[in-house]
């Protein structure tokens, strides 16, 4: 069965610093795979997606992710962290085939704490 | 646009009783899922439903169950609710017709079991 791992449950950056956010995946046919943030009391919202065009994407809030099919990794990246940046982020993807639509697998999510 | 609206926002039910949530999609999305949210757990599949039909459903015991109206509204029922059922119900709403399709959630229901 498909599996995402997301590596580091907590990250801690200073304000400014580059962050990097693990994702990997677990099929051998490349999923879609996604990003999202969710911020206190709040629901999910879409970072950044890939579903097979460019193997570099980028998202909102000037953070992008890189397709790496020989690695099976989506990390997602941010060059300097922002303040509002601190969050819970959640790696996801749903199998190729449009009957799998909606269903999307989760990693544990990694809570991105930034320093002043 | 309206994003996916979710009612109630915030709930509180005892033991044994069931809840009933509701989840109103974006317009035009066909797709509506569920999913639970809890810090032991994570984020965790309940069910989608296209066209008023289960297309897809989780691990998740008989007790949970959801529907999808014509006008692709859905709701999702918790009956003889448990203390570990407490969690923050999700929904989420897309096209549906492939699974590449950017996939939008609600703010989601907090449930609170006692």
């Known amino acids: 069965a498909q599996s995402v791992t997301q590596l580091g449950s907590h990250v801690s950056v200073s304000e400014g610093a580059l962050v990097l956010l693990r994702c990997n995946y677990s099929s051998s046919v490349p999923p879609y795979l996604f990003w999202y943030v969710q911020y206190p009391n709040q629901g999910l919202q879409l970072l950044l997606k890939?579903?097979?065009?460019?193997?570099l994407v980028k998202g909102i809030n000037g953070f992008e992710a890189e397709f790496k099919k020989s690695e099976t990794s989506f990390h997602l990246t941010k060059p300097s962290a922002h303040m509002s940046d601190a969050a819970e982020y959640f790696c996801?993807?749903?199998?190729?085939?449009?009957?799998?639509?909606?269903?999307?697998?989760f990693g544990q999510g990694t809570t991105l704490q930034v320093k002043p | 646009k309206a994003g996916v609206t979710q009612t109630p926002r915030y709930l509180i039910k005892t033991r044994g009783q069931q809840v009933t949530l509701s989840c109103s999609p974006i317009s035009g999305h066909r797709s509506v899922s569920w999913y639970q949210q809890t810090p032991g757990q994570g984020l965790q599949f309940l069910f989608e439903?296209?066209?008023?039909?289960?297309?897809n459903k989780g691990n998740f015991p008989g007790r949970f169950s959801g529907r999808q109206f014509s006008n692709s509204r859905s709701e999702m029922n918790v009956s003889t609710l448990e203390l570990g059922d407490s969690a923050l119900y999700l929904c989420a709403s897309s096209w549906g017709d492939n699974s590449g399709n950017t996939i939008y959630f609600g703010e989601g229901s907090w449930l609170t079991v006692v």
């Open positions: 996801a993807v749903t199998e190729r085939g449009s009957s799998n639509t909606g269903k999307l697998i």
């Open positions: 439903y296209f066209s008023e039909t289960q297309r």
């Open positions: 890939y579903t097979s065009a460019a193997t």
